[in-house]
């Protein structure tokens, strides 16, 4: 036999013949469940991070201005909110819907279906606004990159509407990469409706924020404040009544009520709203107030 050589290795490798330290079950346990729940280490070395993104805890980074829309209930209005504040923006946005493909409110907006990216996500469009929906049920897989832009003006005109869903236990309660980048959006929005339980669910996802979240604005499906029934306004929390003078009223369409959101224009109550929540937000960045028929 020759003499023996010592190993050379690489930083990370181990050479043929050398053992690992063993992996015990609670870790492989762990690892399961949190691939499971879509948790995946994504790293981005520090010289090649993009100084206009902004990053969520569990890999996701977007572009620009985000702003993350969280239902305080089912069927509070989630998604017809964020396409609303989507078709308010006047430069480059797009949407991207978290919900199961099943319970997407997208699947007829668009008027340009451009399919699947490969990536787990469908892409569509509409007007000037990229529309995202998941194309497979199970965990929600990262964001695709938006809209392709200027480089210098990347930060400044990007907008991404993040439609979060439904979290009555604030955005904690997602596994993944969801709740971290509603945490991490430089915006929040929180729907809810002008109902008992919708004001009780209000306080109670408010409960759940911490200070790492800026500001929201709360966004009221029903009749402006001073028309809500007394057992409404005898229900609101003290959370809640401190947020009353950032309450923007969501009109009750009742076409959008029976059909969802489909191809026909956006009723125009709907888009002052959302120029309204723009504005709440800081980002004035809007169309004009739309003409009666308008999409825009």
Do not use: I, N
Request: proline fraction near 11%; glycine fraction near 12%; charge should be positive.
């Amino acid at each position: 036999m020759g003499p023996a050589s010592t190993p050379v290795t690489g930083h990370g490798q181990t050479s043929p013949g050398t053992c690992r330290q063993a992996v015990g079950v609670a870790e492989l346990r762990a690892a399961w469940h949190a691939a499971a729940a879509g948790r995946f280490r994504t790293s981005t070395p520090q010289h090649l991070a993009d100084p206009g993104m902004a990053p969520g805890e569990d890999g996701w980074s977007a572009p620009g201005e985000v702003v993350a829309v969280l239902g305080c209930h089912a069927f509070a209005g989630c998604t017809t909110v964020a396409v609303s504040l989507a078709c308010a923006v006047a430069g480059p946005v797009r949407v991207v819907e978290t919900a199961a493909p099943r319970a997407s409110g997208l699947t007829g907006y668009a008027t340009a279906e451009l399919g699947p990216t490969g990536t787990g996500w469908v892409r569509g469009r509409r007007d000037h606004v990229v529309l995202d929906r998941r194309h497979h049920p199970g965990p929600v897989p990262l964001p695709d990159p938006g809209p392709t832009v200027a480089p210098g003006a990347l930060a400044r005109q990007l907008v991404t509407v993040l439609d979060a869903g439904c979290h009555p236990e604030g955005p904690y309660a997602d596994p993944g990469w969801v709740g971290p980048a509603v945490v991490a959006a430089q915006h929040l929005v929180l729907v809810t409706t002008a109902t008992v339980p919708g004001m009780r669910r209000l306080e109670g996802v408010l409960e759940h924020l911490t200070p790492e979240h800026r500001g929201p604005v709360v966004a009221v499906r029903g009749p402006v404040q001073r028309r809500w029934p007394a057992p409404v306004r005898h229900s609101v929390g003290p959370l809640t009544r401190s947020l009353l003078g950032e309450v923007v009223p969501v009109p009750y369409d009742a076409g959008l009520a029976v059909h969802g959101l489909d191809t026909r224009p956006l009723p125009r109550g709907l888009l002052a709203s959302a120029t309204d929540l723009l504005h709440g937000l800081g980002l004035h960045d809007a169309h004009p107030f739309p003409t009666k028929g308008s999409t825009r």
